[in-house]
C-alpha cells in the first residue's frame, strides 16, 4: 500500500501550481530514507537533477555525499534529500517568492510525516525557506536553532564550497555539529545503550 509521502510524490509529479512546471523534465521531490533523523533541504533542481529525476546529483551532490559519508559515517539512503523547489528553474536562476510559496506545502508535508530529529538547511534559500526570515548563511551558521520539533542547522550549500574552497572547514564543522546532536538525541530510556546514529 502507497505510503502517505508516496501519495504526495505521486501528486506532486503532476503539478502545475507554479510557472517552473513549463520548463521542467520532471519534477524532482526528494530522495532517502522516510524515516530518517537527518533532512536536508537544499535550493532547487538543477540540470542533472531534473534529468535524473533526483537531487543533488551533479558535483555538488557528489560533495554532499562525501561529506554525509566522511563526517557522519552515512549514505544519501540513511537520511532524506530535498529541495525547496521541486523543479529545476530555467537556467538555474534563482527560484522566485511565488515559485517558493507555491512549492511550500509539499516541504511542509515532508517535513511533517518524515519528522526529522535535525534538518539541515543547505543555503539561503533553504535556510530562509524553514525558518521563515531573510539570513546571510555566513552570519547564522554555526549552530542549531530549534524550530517545531526538529533542530534547523544552517551551512552553506555545497555548490558555494565548490566556488570557494575556503568554506570548507566551516561546511565539515557543521556536519560535525549535526553527528553531535544526532548522538545527543537519547531518549531518556536509552542512555545506557551505545550512541548511534541511525
Ligand atoms: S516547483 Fe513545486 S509548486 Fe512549482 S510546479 Fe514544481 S512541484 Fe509544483
Do not use: W
Not at 32 to 54: C, S, T
Not at 59 to 70: E, F, Q, S, V, Y
Not at 150 to 156: F, S
Not at 163 to 179: A, C, P, T, V, W
Amino acid at each position: 500500500m502507497m505510503t502517505e509521502l508516496e501519495r504526495i510524490e505521486k501528486e506532486a509529479s503532476t503539478c502545475v501550481k507554479c510557472k517552473l512546471s513549463r520548463a521542467r523534465t520532471q519534477v524532482v521531490f526528494g530522495v532517502g530514507n522516510p524515516h530518517a533523523r537527518l533532512l536536508f533541504i537544499g535550493e532547487a533542481p538543477g540540470f542533472y537533477e531534473d534529468q535524473q529525476g533526483e537531487p543533488f546529483v551533479g558535483a555538488a551532490g557528489k560533495l554532499l555525499d562525501r561529506t554525509i559519508n566522511d563526517v557522519l559515517g552515512l549514505s544519501r539512503k540513511d537520511v532524506y534529500i530535498t529541495n525547496v523547489v521541486k523543479c529545476r528553474p530555467p537556467n538555474n536562476r534563482d527560484p522566485e517568492p511565488d515559485e517558493i510559496e507555491a512549492c511550500h506545502p509539499y516541504l511542509q508535508k515532508q517535513l511533517e510525516l518524515i519528522s526529522p530529529v535535525i534538518v539541515c538547511a543547505l543555503g539561503n534559500f533553504a535556510t530562509r525557506a524553514i525558518l521563515g526570515k531573510a539570513v546571510n548563511i555566513s552570519r547564522i551558521r554555526g549552530k542549531s536553532i530549534e524550530k517545531n520539533n526538529y533542530l534547523v542547522v544552517p551551512t552553506y550549500h555545497p555548490a558555494a564550497i565548490l566556488r570557494n574552497g575556503n568554506l570548507i572547514d566551516s561546511f565539515q564543522g557543521d556536519f560535525k555539529l549535526m553527528k553531535k546532536l544526532l548522538l545527543e538525541d537519547r531518549k531518556p530510556e536509552k542512555v545506557s545503550e551505545q550512541p548511534t546514529l541511525f
